[in-house]
């Protein structure tokens, strides 16, 4: 009942922008609230950004006033605008399920993920 798809990732020069996109379930998108998720080689999986159901959001540290997570209500859609990216934003990206009002992961359920590279 619960389906994430990530899109959108690329490479892309410092400086550059992203726009990524995660197609979810309506049950996944009208039940849970939604977040993204990032993982670099050799390194833990950390939350990003995350969005509640009044669209209340909440970003980690170092992409803080660079990346904006927005929802689209008619189209069950997470995005997350990623502007000025950095290098040590390479990673990959997946959205997720996380417990309202956190970037903590509510389930064990994960997309396929979207592949971000920043080059210098």
């Known amino acids: 009942q619960v389906q994430l798809v990530e899109s959108g990732g690329g490479s892309v020069q410092a400086g550059g922008s992203l726009r990524l996109t995660c197609r979810a379930s309506v049950y996944a998108y009208n039940h849970y609230c939604l977040g993204w998720f990032r993982q670099a080689p050799g390194k833990e999986r950390e939350g990003v950004a995350a969005?509640?159901?009044?669209?209340?959001?909440i970003y980690t540290d170092s992409v803080k006033d660079r990346f904006t997570i927005s929802r689209d209500n008619a189209k069950n859609t997470l995005y997350l605008q990623m502007n000025s990216l950095k290098p040590e934003d390479t990673a990959m990206y997946y959205c997720?399920?996380?417990?309202?009002?956190?970037?903590?992961?509510?389930?064990?359920?994960w997309g396929q993920g979207t592949q971000v590279t920043v080059s210098s």
């Open positions: 969005i509640n159901n009044f669209g209340v959001t």
């Open positions: 997720a399920l996380v417990r309202c009002g956190t970037m903590i992961a509510g389930s064990d359920l």
